[in-house]
């Protein structure tokens, strides 16, 4: 979880994204680590992962690196 915060404490976006995940524990722990609850994803099937996918595309597709 250290390094999440310490990536979120830099300005950088964490998406994270879980398929076919029942522990709950590890729900949690993505959904902590994402930079927000639209960072974070859970997919139950490979059509929902397909779209989780596309849904983060989409919204990085207008990132712009600075340095």
Known sequence: MQLCT???TKGIEVYTV???ID????KTMLA???TSSAHN???????????????IAL???FLRLTN
């Open 6 to 8: 310490n990536m979120k």
């Open 18 to 20: 879980g398929f076919q």
């Open 23 to 26: 522990n709950d524990k590890a």
């Open 32 to 34: 902590k680590c994402a």
């Open 41 to 55: 994803y859970s997919a139950a099937n490979g059509d929902q992962l397909k779209q989780a996918f596309r849904d």
């Open 59 to 61: 919204k990085i597709a």
